[in-house]
């Protein structure tokens, strides 16, 4: 049977475009945010805006849920009465970026209840959410995957089936993150490396981006680690939560990983110091503290 009634909690930066996305592709979606202007943008693109997770997840055959953590989607789902209000062979699809060992915990208390569970962590960002874009990462009995799918095609043009078991989706997406933030962390200490010597820092960004140390997050952040306060697409405070799932996916594994654990420590002394909410990019500032340069 096909789903056509979709739920979608969280409609922040990424999830009120996807919510938007599922409606323009012809889903009856309803939303909820605890942010009362989002839920009036969601109504004003089409969708139904709901007052409480219960009202949102009401006779629902999907619920996703695009929250900050594992804490929130444990407390949408049991402790605000989400779970309960869906059809009861509905499918929970946690699409936030969250510690494997807590997926699995949600996931069997999810399925004790008789209803399917998905793994589906996404990567993309504010610009994927918004063009359709995203990558999937999902974990998830087959035939349940293949049900939700047309929902997933809504929202991204990379699904991959990466497990079958919960858990197994925010382990791959862990190591996603693992490499943006060494990334970003490397290209900042790289640029961070230009200015203090004194060379053009315009001049060494359009070399490194056209040559073999190029990397995707050196070309998309490095212009913006050179603007004093450049727009944000994703905050600090993002890496400084997804690093520390990377590190305890790590203590879980009996993993070393020790690049991890440095550029968590740069994203943390950033935050610290009051610039949580500032663009990622701004990690660089980090160096130019330990390099006594200044903020």
């Known amino acids: 049977m096909a789903l056509t009634r979709i739920a979608l909690v969280g409609l922040g930066a990424m999830g009120l475009p996807m919510a938007t996305n599922l409606v323009a592709a012809g889903f009856a979606v309803r939303g909820y945010d605890l942010r009362p202007e989002s839920r ?7 969708g139904v805006a709901a007052e409480a997770p219960a009202a949102v997840a009401q006779g629902s055959d999907a619920l996703l849920l695009m929250v900050v953590n594992a804490a929130q989607a444990e407390d949408v789902l049991f402790a605000q009465g989400a779970l309960d ?9 946690l699409m936030a970026t969250c510690p ?30 918004q063009a359709g874009t995203l990558t999937i990462m999902a974990a998830a009995p087959a035939e349940t995957l293949a049900a939700l799918r047309p929902v997933l095609e809504a929202l991204g043009d990379r699904i991959f089936h990466v ?16 490499l943006c933030g060494v990334h970003i962390a490397a290209a900042a200490e790289a640029l961070a490396l230009a200015g203090r010597v004194g060379v053009d820092r315009d001049v060494v960004l ?47 594994a009996g993993a ?3 690049l991890a654990a440095l550029a968590h420590q740069l994203f943390v002394s950033t935050s610290g110091r009051g610039d949580g909410a500032a663009d990622d990019s701004q990690v660089i500032r980090a160096y130019r503290l330990l390099n006594g340069d200044g903020a």
């Open 163 to 178: 497990g079958e078991r919960p858990g197994q989706g925010a382990t791959v997406k862990a190591v996603n993150q693992l």
């Open 40 to 46: 009036a943008t969601f109504a004003a693109s089409g």
């Open 206 to 252: 359009e070399i490194l981006t056209g040559s073999s140390a190029a990397s995707w997050m050196l070309r998309d952040r490095g212009p913006r680690m050179l603007e004093d306060e450049p727009r944000v697409t994703s905050a600090v405070d993002i890496f400084v939560k997804d690093l520390g799932i990377v590190l305890e996916a790590g203590r879980g």
């Open 256 to 258: 070393a990983l020790p």
């Open 85 to 93: 209000a869906m059809e009861p062979d509905g499918i929970v699809v």
């Open 100 to 129: 494997p060992k807590a997926v699995e915990h949600l996931a069997e208390r999810v399925a004790a209840t008789g209803r399917r569970f998905v793994d589906a962590p996404v990567s993309g960002g504010v610009v994927g959410a």
